[in-house]
């Protein structure tokens, strides 16, 4: 799995691990059940800090595309399939689309309402 | 199977269906002369100190000759020798078959006409100074035969590499990672382990403690990681050390192509050869880097293209001096 950061990015770097991570599953080069690199070990390869990988993780966990298991790292959870890792990557576009024409939450979220109900 | 293959194979077989031949055309030979019960082996003096049936020695002895044949024939197919490896394991097994072959029509020879119509008191000596004499002569034959029989290609030599580079904007930061599980490398934990605690109960813990010390370090490779990012190639266990670093200074340039476990590196785990190392877990792709000082290190790994075209990108950039 190909990891990549650019500190000169705006965006978190946290963020650009779970991004590497969304975009290997996605492709179809990490299968589920493979597991992640340890923490600490990533953190050291890449030269930034053990926290900041720790919550790019806890991201995909919350995503739904990893599990946490203490003492056993971080593992591809079954659920994670290419299509869902895409889904994921159009949610967050979807999200920043709308930030930039100014909406607030509840008109996203109104939005999205409505096309579940249509 | 090819034709050509089928050559390689006849004669990797040959020399111990010949050796099985002889020896029962002089059994024949013998054959009336022969005592019911044999002496079949031997003490460094020469003197008989194990007996048995001459029914259970040709039943059980002769036959290892067509295991062994077999055995042969098994590795001409899968092992894929090529070059020099293969003219050895072709002069080797003509060796073995003709070491073999003698020794075991000796045996039935000392038997014949033994005393008082019993088995023979020993084995001259000298019978196996000739035993080795057959093989030196029997193994330089079949070297010249396996000249005669067209060459396996080498696999070493594929076509121009592709060496793709992965696009990476100035200040970013890459790595690359990929387990590398191999199902046997438990297994041989556990079977050092056993043997280390067998060798320290019934032996001596002087041969024991350090089996179990190697298992244990073994142990710790079971699930091994590889990493590629800017300080190398590291192959690592579960702990941060023991582990084999190849920093990128000490790099030319990284393929991903075919190994041969057996053929290249004669064996599977880390190994080390005159003209290359590497961590071996199977065969197939693997990550091959050729060094400076002219050797070659190779990992077997998954998507060892990916692997290999970040080390390449990041030889680029340190050569860039960024």
């Given amino acids: 799995m190909l990891f990549r950061v650019d500190p000169t990015s705006t965006v978190p770097l946290g963020d650009q691990i779970a991004a590497s991570v969304r975009r290997a599953v996605a492709e179809g080069t990490v299968a589920p059940g493979e597991r992640l690199p340890a923490a600490r070990a990533l953190a050291a390869s890449l030269g930034v800090n053990v926290h900041t990988v720790l919550r790019g993780y806890q991201r995909l966990r919350e995503e739904g595309l990893i599990e946490l298991r203490r003492g056993r790292g971080a593992a591809i959870t079954a659920g994670a399939s290419p ?9 967050r576009e979807v999200v920043a689309d709308a930030r930039d024409l100014g909406m607030t939450e509840d008109e996203l979220l109104t939005l999205v309402r409505n096309e579940l109900d249509a | 199977m090819t034709s050509k293959n089928l050559g390689r194979v006849a004669l990797a077989a040959l020399p111990f269906l010949l050796a099985l031949f002889i020896d ?5 030979a013998v054959e009336d002369r022969l005592p019911d019960r044999l002496a079949v ?3 460094a003096g020469g003197s008989a100190d194990g007996f048995m049936s001459l029914g259970a020695y040709l039943l059980f002895t002769l036959p290892s000759l067509l295991v062994l044949g077999a055995l042969w024939a098994f590795i001409a197919v899968r092992g894929g020798l090529h070059g020099r490896a293969d003219r050895w394991f072709i002069g080797g097994g003509f060796a073995v078959a003709a070491f073999l072959g003698y020794l075991l029509v000796a045996v039935l020879f000392v038997n014949v006409d033994g005393p008082e119509g019993g088995p023979a008191d020993g084995l001259p000596l000298w019978h196996i100074a000739a035993a080795l004499a057959a093989a030196a002569l029997a193994g330089a034959l079949g070297a010249l035969l396996s000249r005669s029989a067209p060459l396996p290609e080498d696999p070493r030599r594929p076509g121009p590499a592709t060496r793709e580079r992965i696009l990476l904007a100035d200040g970013e930061v890459a790595a690359w990672g990929c387990g590398i599980g191999a199902w046997w490398a438990p297994v041989a934990v556990l079977v050092l382990l056993a043997a280390g605690v067998t060798a320290g109960r019934e032996q001596s813990w002087f041969i024991g403690v350090p089996l179990i010390l190697f298992a244990l370090v073994t142990g710790t490779f079971c699930r091994p990681h590889v990493t590629v990012d800017r300080r190398g190639l ?36 880390y190994r080390i050869r005159p003209e290359r190392s590497g961590v071996i877990t199977r065969s197939g792709e693997a990550i091959v880097v050729s060094l400076t000082s002219g050797r070659e290190f190779a990992v077997t790994v998954a998507d060892s293209a990916t692997g290999a075209a970040l080390l390449n990108t990041l030889l680029d950039r340190q050569r860039a001096g960024r």
């Fill in chain 2, 234 to 269: 590291t192959v690592s266990g579960l702990l941060p050390r023991p582990r084999v670093r190849v920093p990128l200074e000490r790099m030319e340039i990284a393929d991903s192509r075919p190994v041969n476990a057996l053929a290249e590196y004669g064996g599977w785990g």
């Fill in chain 1, 83 to 91: 299509q869902r890792a895409r889904l994921l990557e159009r949610v």
């Fill in chain 2, 24 to 28: 029962l055309t002089l059994y024949a």
């Fill in chain 2, 41 to 43: 082996h031997f003490d």
